[in-house]
């Protein structure tokens, strides 16, 4: 067992060594290595942060035809530290009559639903927090503290407006929560295990090659979850100026924005680690740890473009239209493809490989086509009623 | 006393004065922040005794949904958040003797249990709670009847409220 083959166990020996070389006691020893292990993955996840910050504006920048920061550093690399240091030095505004606690706990408790996630992401075989045997489960109820923060900033802002967005930002978070769920029972009945290790062990297919159809909606709730576009009305900007986030400055704003950038390379991570492989690649994760971080980041930022594409792409849609785009046609669909999945899971379990991936593939397209084909004659018929009397109308003007 | 005890302890004492706090202060959306804070305290109960799928769920339902709900529903019902009324009636000792007499009640009857002073086995290892959860709900011999049942009823509320609030054109 060498440095390179199970590098955070070493380094927590050697600390534990030197802790009670001091006279320490074990347990105490043991807890500030812990400790010492968060401190460090979190240090790690807001230097990356401050790097995404980065290629989120280079990359809006091209989809925008422009070239994005490109005066401080090479590539514009030292623009991100000019935003912090611009966000520190601002003025740190509280507006009147706002509930100040409440005020000041929402950006923490933001920051925090994201981090907290990383708790469950193994970055390598031997690297991981914690394996929990409901890790998929944990990603909802992380979910939901950034559901309560959302709230509780718009609230304690004492502005109509941000009260406003996070109504509109929380219905979109609640909404969408459900077919996120149902979508990650479907990696959970391929792996017989809601722990994210155990499903990352049992991708020897990816699964993204079983049910792309889950691939599909998971992205899709992901966004939504974001509040990303299309999914961005919390934040319209012509109606509401910026949403739930309107009545905060300086590094308070900051850590919304740096955590909605983080939960989004976050969300990328969770795609590539329920329907990629994960850390896996080829085998290539054996050769070294390191190598395996290399992987998962890579694919994290892989999901991250996608996410970035998705925005820069698409734009915003209504409420109504969200509603009725998630409770009609994205929950159901899900749901049956949860219900299919199972059955086929069950009905091929003694199958070949060959025949289990086919049947599963051939399963999913079937559920896409027949939901697209509904889909398609409902809104045939919606156009209709809603185009109809206007040429009556355009008829009768002449 | 160990590591687990001080934590429970420290876990247990929050959770109280949150709940204490939920029906003592007089915003009611600070009302609902402190339950929220009670709810995730029990969780964190959940998660020391092992039970990690309760305390997620717990989280999920409690805090994501109802929690969230409550707090809507307050924003949406009321212009003014804060109550200006008394916070007790004239029944105030009535209801303290009954809380009083149920917990000394309780306490006395968990204190005659054979199992109130033993130490919990420990949890062999390979043990799959959420395993045995799924096998329990679902297995003919476990709980599957009384699970569908209140599948079943959860079912009926829904179609319910959604009758009531439909809009008949």
């Known amino acids: ?398 | 006393m160990t590591g687990e005890q001080i934590f429970f302890l420290i876990v247990g004492i929050v959770t109280l004065i949150s709940g204490l706090m939920v029906v003592t202060v007089r915003n009611l959306i600070h009302a609902a922040l402190w339950l929220v804070a009670t709810l995730f305290g029990v969780a964190m109960i959940y998660a020391i005794l092992n039970a990690g799928f309760l305390a997620v769920v717990q989280v999920v339902v409690y805090i994501g949904a109802i929690a969230i709900l409550f707090i809507f529903a307050v924003m949406l019902t009321r212009r003014q958040a804060a109550e200006t009324g008394a916070s007790v009636n004239s029944n105030w000792w009535l209801g303290a003797i009954a809380a009083v007499a149920t917990f000394a009640g309780l306490f006395f009857l968990l204190k005659s249990w054979s199992g109130f002073s033993k130490t919990a086995a420990a949890i062999p290892s390979g043990f799959d709670a959420v395993n045995q959860l799924g096998d329990a709900l679902t297995s003919a011999n476990g709980y599957v009847l009384p699970f569908e049942v209140a599948s079943v009823l959860l079912l009926a509320a829904l179609v319910g409220a959604v009758y009531l609030a439909f809009n008949k054109k």
């Open chain 1, 1 to 398: 067992m060498n440095f390179w083959n199970d590098p955070l166990k070493v380094a927590a020996d050697w600390l534990t060594g030197i802790f009670t070389g001091w006279g320490m006691n074990t347990v105490v020893a043991n807890v500030l290595v812990a400790f010492l292990g968060i401190l460090m993955l979190i240090t790690i996840l807001m230097v990356i942060d401050i790097f995404l910050v980065w290629i989120e504006r280079k990359v809006v920048a091209r989809f925008q035809d422009r070239i994005g920061p490109n005066r401080l550093g090479p590539f514009g690399l030292i623009q991100p530290f000019a935003d912090i240091i611009k966000l520190m030095i601002k003025e740190d505004t509280t507006p009147d009559h706002a509930d100040k606690f409440v005020y000041n706990i929402a950006p923490m408790l933001s920051m925090m639903s994201v981090l907290i996630l990383w708790a469950v992401v193994p970055l390598a075989p031997v690297m991981l927090g914690v394996d929990l045997n409901i890790g998929a489960l944990f990603i909802i109820a992380a979910g939901s503290i950034g559901t309560l923060s959302i709230i509780m900033a718009g609230w304690s802002s004492n502005n109509k407006f941000s009260v406003i967005g996070a109504f509109r930002q929380v219905a979109v978070m609640v909404s969408f929560e459900v077919p996120m769920l149902a979508v990650l029972l479907i990696p959970t009945i391929f792996a017989g295990s809601m722990g994210i290790n155990a499903i990352i062990q049992s991708q020897n297919i990816w699964f993204v090659w079983l049910s792309p159809l889950a691939a599909v909606i998971f992205m899709i709730a992901a966004i939504a979850e974001l509040g990303r576009a299309p999914f961005d009305l919390a934040e319209g900007e012509s109606e509401l100026v910026s949403g739930y986030n309107i009545e905060y400055s300086g590094m308070k704003f900051g850590m919304f924005y740096a955590g909605e950038l983080l939960h989004a390379f976050t969300f990328g991570g969770f795609w590539s680690i329920m329907f990629f492989g994960g850390y896996r690649f080829f085998g290539l994760e054996l050769v070294s740890p390191f190598l395996a971080i290399a992987i998962i980041l890579f694919k994290a930022m892989v999901g991250y473009w996608i996410i970035m594409w998705v925005k820069y792409t698409v734009m915003r849609i209504r409420i109504d239209q969200m509603l009725a785009f998630n409770w009609k046609f994205l929950t159901p669909v899900a749901f049956v493809l949860v219900m299919v999945t199972a059955l086929m899971n069950t009905l091929l379990r003694g199958a070949p490989s060959w025949l289990f991936i086919t049947g599963m593939l051939l399963s999913n397209v079937i559920v896409a086509w027949v939901s697209l084909e509904i889909v398609r004659s409902v809104s045939r018929k919606e156009r209709e009623r809603v185009e109809g009397p206007k040429q009556v109308v355009a008829e009768a003007h002449h």
